[in-house]
């Protein structure tokens, strides 16, 4: 089983839409959840953190269930340049291994 | 500021050659380093982790003999295939990070090897 697995999608969706995904982690003591974002043929970048009590960055918000070992991230009002691969990315406590789901693609069309 | 290189970006070889990728963290002091391996359409599988001035750890399946890791520097790893086949073509990234930006890894902009 992988530690950390994603709906690959695609998801696509028009501009000013709103989209939705969710990952779920395997490993019931990981501390520390992330969203990255890796365009094509690039290296990841960091999106956002994600917190237990759940945040939000403009357009982005991430949610954490611990109980359901699971977290998502909205889109809203989606844009073209939104349009990437999103990573969900986990590790333990004490560990800096980071373990990476395969990603969800978003394509969003005019 | 936390700006990772890596070098080369790409590289084309001949198959039984051996490549060398070098992954630098410009503006601050990287304690760890990791070596990532992607293959199209999956995740970043961690290969190796390496810090400064001591032997690299590699993860379960990655062979030590064949993927070589230096870590002279505090801002310096290198990683080389050696004798590379094309079933080691793949696009490796390399991350690091500092002691004071605790889990945090800033990534590399990538080197996609193409074993012919």
């Known amino acids: 089983r992988k530690e950390v697995e994603q709906d690959p999608g695609p998801f696509n969706v028009p501009e000013g839409a709103t989209v939705a995904f969710n990952c779920t982690y395997s490993n019931s003591a990981s501390q520390s959840f992330f969203w990255y974002r890796q365009d094509c043929r690039k290296e990841p970048k960091l999106l956002m953190s994600?917190?237990?009590s759940g945040n939000e960055d403009g357009r982005f918000t991430a949610q954490l269930n611990r109980a359901s070992q699971y977290i998502s991230l909205l889109i809203r009002d989606s844009k073209l340049s939104d349009s990437a691969t999103y990573l969900c990315?986990?590790?333990?406590?004490?560990?800096?291994?980071?373990?990476f789901g395969a990603g969800t693609t978003v394509t969003v069309r005019a | 500021g936390a700006v990772v290189s890596q070098h080369p970006s790409w590289v084309i070889c001949k198959s039984g050659t051996s490549v060398k990728i070098e992954c630098r963290s410009l503006d601050f002091q990287a304690t760890t380093m990791f070596w990532y391996r992607q293959f199209p359409k999956q995740s970043l599988m961690l290969m190796a982790t390496s810090n400064e001035g001591s032997k690299a750890t590699y993860e379960q399946g990655v062979e030590k003999d064949k993927f070589l890791i230096n870590h002279a520097s505090l801002t310096l790893s290198t990683l080389t295939v050696t004798s590379a086949h094309p079933e080691d073509s793949s696009f490796y990234i390399c991350s690091a990070s500092a002691v004071s930006s605790y889990n945090e890894q800033f990534f590399g902009p990538g080197t996609r090897l193409t074993v012919l």
């Open positions: 994600v917190y237990s």
């Open positions: 990315v986990v590790n333990e406590a004490n560990d800096y291994k980071l373990s």
